[in-house]
């Protein structure tokens, strides 16, 4: 319900919402992460969007009882929540946590390969048996999340205007 309310907003703005979540920590706390086309998302930003989100969410009252509206970035080991997601950062680092365990376990970390109609390809890492392809239905992800590696810090650098290899060498 709060996706649907504050989407079309974030669109107007010129954001892309990224999640909404609800969680218990420090009370009741309403998450709205989102972002530019470009990947960025500025203090700047998330000032500007919760001065115009906070009004309508009061309107609309979707949440039942009082929560803490918490309007934020992705940040680099950004959230992957939809199927474009991991089109998106095919060749990253990602860590998986399934609904249900795949081998006897729950997380998995490896390299998105792709995805293949509702289902994504990770090269995972299984020591003595080396690198093997786990396909997994989206649906059967509970979440997932990229892993913080010296490239994406390079990435974000570069959107900066800032060389990375200065900061990481």
Do not use: N
Request: proline share 4%; glycine share 8%.
């Amino acid at each position: 319900m709060v996706a649907e309310l504050v989407e079309p907003v974030l669109t107007d703005m010129g954001y892309r919402l990224v999640r909404v979540r609800i969680t218990s920590e420090r009370g009741q706390t309403l998450q709205i992460m989102a972002e530019r086309p470009d990947g960025t998302m500025t203090i700047d930003d998330c000032e500007a969007v919760s001065r115009v989100i906070s009004p309508l969410l009061d309107v609309e009252d979707p949440i039942a009882g009082e929560y803490t509206l918490e309007v934020s970035s992705p940040g680099l080991d950004r959230p992957l929540v939809r199927l474009g997601d991991f089109e998106r950062w095919m060749g990253h680092e990602a860590r998986i946590d399934l609904v249900r365990p795949v081998d006897g376990r729950r997380r998995h970390r490896g390299i998105i390969k792709g995805v293949t109609g509702r289902s994504v390809s990770v090269l995972v890492d299984e020591g003595a048996a080396g690198k093997v392809e786990m396909v997994v239905a989206f649906d059967d992800i509970a979440e997932a999340k990229l892993v913080m590696t010296d490239e994406l810090f390079r990435m974000a650098l570069k959107r900066q205007g800032k060389q990375g290899k200065d900061f990481l060498d």
